[in-house]
């Protein structure tokens, strides 16, 4: 592969190897522990990184750029479902983008753009919960919240107040996210980084990204059946529920799915994913329909939470299927030809970069104990790695 990139993608290949170990570092530890607000941690922390790295780089293109790197590293992630990740990264970096390229690269610019990047974090969770369960989630949670308004004595209270404090309190959250970027970057730029050597790969342009696993076969007519046969299975669901004609489907074709692609069972091993669709199905049951509970006729509700319960079981499956499909080095090859090259170089980059960017970055302990330090540690190296990106490209 002809070793020539231009230097937004080489800036970007920098923050995006950057930004995918912070990912893996603090994002599987705070997942494996199924915190609460997890993505909302993640987000408000990419938004520190990206802002920060704008004062370094404030370059028109770069934070697209580096989200989409972070993203497609994202994809090599071995967990079953990647899709979802890989999409919440993009967005966050395309709305960033989006704001300060129309507001401009100032305080009040990155304030906005943190601002929004943060609603794209709600936005991205409500609709996965959408995609998971349908619209009946929905009514389930208008009920539940006129229950509890009624335990705490506040009937007043609608859904939409609720709403309306959860897009506020992360507006605050982003702003002052990007405040702490801001400065953080600000900080940076006054300090010279300490000339050391890097352990940067012999060959940082080598493809071997690329490489898959050789027992899992691939094909692009599975693609394109999974893509057809996603939002046909859909259809039968939400308009036939439980009955046969969607049932039997979907059914076969999920234990097609589990049965050829066994990563699946990965994500449906998991206690907490069923964990999960128990609680969806209680509830479900207890508050698809409060008035029934008079009557003791609640079946309605239950068998709305197994409708859900379905569905999700299927989207997992179909996206899992979906996430190995993506990785088809036929497709690579054709985006490469298509006249995607500088991508594709800085991808090669971040991608060999990244074990020498994850022995370098602060422990999850550290991250936890000395923030500030952590944070300015990845963005005062990004100017060394870039340096010696450079070096290696003039050879």
Request: proline residues 5%; contains cysteine; positive net charge.
């Amino acid at each position: 592969m002809p070793k020539e990139i231009n230097v937004i993608w080489l800036r970007s290949a920098v923050a995006g190897g950057l930004w995918a170990s912070f990912e893996i570092i603090v994002g599987s530890f705070l997942h494996n522990l199924h915190l609460p607000f997890s993505g909302t941690i993640l987000a408000a922390c990419s938004v520190i990184l990206m802002v920060s790295f704008l004062q370094i780089w404030p370059q028109r293109g770069f934070i697209w750029r580096t989200g989409l790197i972070c993203a497609l590293m994202k994809s090599l992630s071995p967990s079953a479902v990647i899709l979802g990740p890989m999409t919440g990264i993009l967005l966050e970096a395309l709305i960033m983008e989006l704001f300060v390229s129309v507001i401009g690269y100032n305080l009040i610019g990155y304030l906005i753009a943190g601002a929004g990047a943060l609603l794209s974090a709600v936005l991205h969770k409500a609709a996965n919960l959408l995609i998971l369960y349908g619209m009946d989630i929905v009514k389930i949670y208008v009920n539940l919240f006129g229950f509890f308004t009624k335990q705490v004595n506040l009937p007043d209270l609608s859904p939409t107040d609720l709403i309306l404090v959860i897009i506020f309190s992360y507006i605050f959250l982003g702003t002052l996210a990007a405040t702490t970027g801001y400065s953080l970057g600000r900080y940076s730029i006054r300090l010279r980084p300490e000339e050391y050597s890097l352990p940067v790969p012999e060959d940082p342009f080598s493809s071997g990204w690329t490489r898959t696993d050789p027992a899992q076969p691939f094909r692009l007519v599975l693609l394109v059946l999974h893509l057809l046969c996603l939002p046909g299975m859909l259809i039968l669901i939400n308009h036939f529920g439980l009955k046969p004609v969607a049932v039997i489907p979907v059914l076969f074709y999920t234990s097609l799915l589990i049965i050829y692609y066994k990563n699946i069972l990965g994500r449906l091993k998991k206690p907490f994913f069923w964990s999960q669709l128990i609680i969806m199905t209680l509830v479900a049951g207890f508050f698809w329909n409060p008035s029934e509970q008079t009557g003791g006729n609640m079946n309605n509700g239950f068998l709305v939470g197994l409708e859900m319960c379905l569905r999700a079981v299927f989207i997992v499956s179909a996206f899992s299927a979906l996430s190995v499909e993506i990785r088809n080095p036929r497709i690579t090859r054709m985006l490469f030809r298509a006249g995607f090259s500088n991508a594709y170089a800085a991808i090669s980059l971040a991608f060999n970069s990244l074990p020498a960017m994850l022995d370098r970055s602060a422990s999850v302990r550290t991250f936890f104990r000395k923030p500030v330090w952590s944070f300015s540690n990845l963005i005062n190296e990004a100017e060394l790695w870039l340096k010696y990106y450079q070096l290696h490209l003039e050879k």
